[in-house]
């Protein structure tokens, strides 16, 4: 039993727009998994010490209400907001987050280097 052309042409039509859709817009990197969250550090020593002192508790875990270090995701809406605006909020401290973010000894740059850090996926 043959297939009839009409039947065949919109399968070939269906599967073609699949695959154009799949190629559309630029996907974004899931969100990374909770020990893949537990484990980043950034790579400069002095800010990985500051990190787990200051930063990791809250944005390693997903009850905290924080930001997750490497979800770009739930960073998106914050970094559109701009850095200033991000830095004033730890400065000040904003939500369940203190002022300083604990870290009493952190420069503007330091803030600046962690909050990056925190939210691109990892690599």
Known sequence: ?????????????????????GACGQKEAPPPDAATIAALRPADPRLAEIYAASCLACHTMADSGAPLTGDGEQWKPRLNKGMSVLLKNVVEGVNGMPAGGQCFACTPEDYTALILFMSQPPR
Not at 1 to 21: E, H
């Open 1 to 21: 039993m043959t297939t009839p052309l009409s039947v065949r042409a919109l399968r070939g039509f269906l599967c073609l727009a699949f695959l154009g859709l």
